[in-house]
């Protein structure tokens, strides 16, 4: 845990204490720098706004190293930090939390990390997805939405795919872009709006597990 406002950090460390996880907690990016690289721990959760080397600098040098770049990271930000939360989530951030924020939901996103790195980052490319009452299956490039089959472009079927491949992570556009852009077609960030719209509306009434975050981007809902 990484905050120097010493209320939330004591905060934060009792309700992560009271659930059974072993929490060690530094008020400053240097101090959570030395401890890192002293111990790795399985999840930071990193506060954007610190003084001297600041949230999003500890999150590029963690990501930036072999050694600790599977940490996973929750950034803790204030609701009008969005263009940092943009920033975070490009330099490899898993997920994030608005100031202020109940202990049921620091406790939700907590364990929703922990749950993907147990289950694994990701499934295999060429797994079948089951999610809701969707299936993708690569192999086939087929989505059935209640065992009624439906056609998408080959554009819409790597967005969906690779947003149901990370259910409850956030993407941003560009991250979005990055991963399903081929040789054969172009993606910029603005025509990612324009898949999603289109998705949505062949998805019916299951286009509704393909969430806008806000300035941020999407997320495909656990």
Not at 42 to 52: A, E, F, H, N, Y
Not at 127 to 136: A, D, G, V, Y
Not at 191 to 199: M, T
């Amino acid at each position: 845990m990484v905050e120097d406002e010493e209320e939330i950090l004591e905060l934060v460390t009792y309700n992560l204490n009271r659930e059974g996880y072993a929490v060690e907690s530094v008020s400053s990016g240097e101090a959570a720098l030395r401890r890192i690289e002293a111990k790795a721990p399985d999840v930071v959760l990193l506060d954007l706004m610190l003084p001297g080397v600041d949230g999003l600098e500890v999150c590029k040098a963690i990501k930036g190293k072999d050694s600790t770049k599977n940490i996973a990271i929750i950034m803790l930000t204030a609701r009008s930090e969005e263009a940092d939360i943009v920033t975070g989530l490009e330099l490899g951030a898993d997920d994030y939390i608005t100031k202020p924020f109940s202990r049921r939901v620091l406790l939700a996103r907590v364990k929703a990390v922990f749950r993907r790195l147990v289950e694994g980052e990701k499934q295999s490319a060429d797994e079948i997805i089951r999610t809701h009452e969707i299936t993708i299956d690569p192999g086939r490039h087929e989505v059935r939405v209640n065992d009624e089959n439906v056609v998408l472009t080959l554009t819409e079927f790597r967005v969906l795919h690779f947003l149901a491949n990370r259910p409850g992570w956030v993407f941003t556009r560009s991250q979005i872009v990055e991963a399903v852009r081929g040789d054969d077609y172009p993606v910029t960030d603005r025509s990612v709006d324009v898949q999603i719209v289109g998705l949505r509306k062949k998805l019916g009434e299951s286009g509704r597990h393909i969430e806008t975050v806000r300035g941020v981007g999407y997320r495909f809902v656990e």
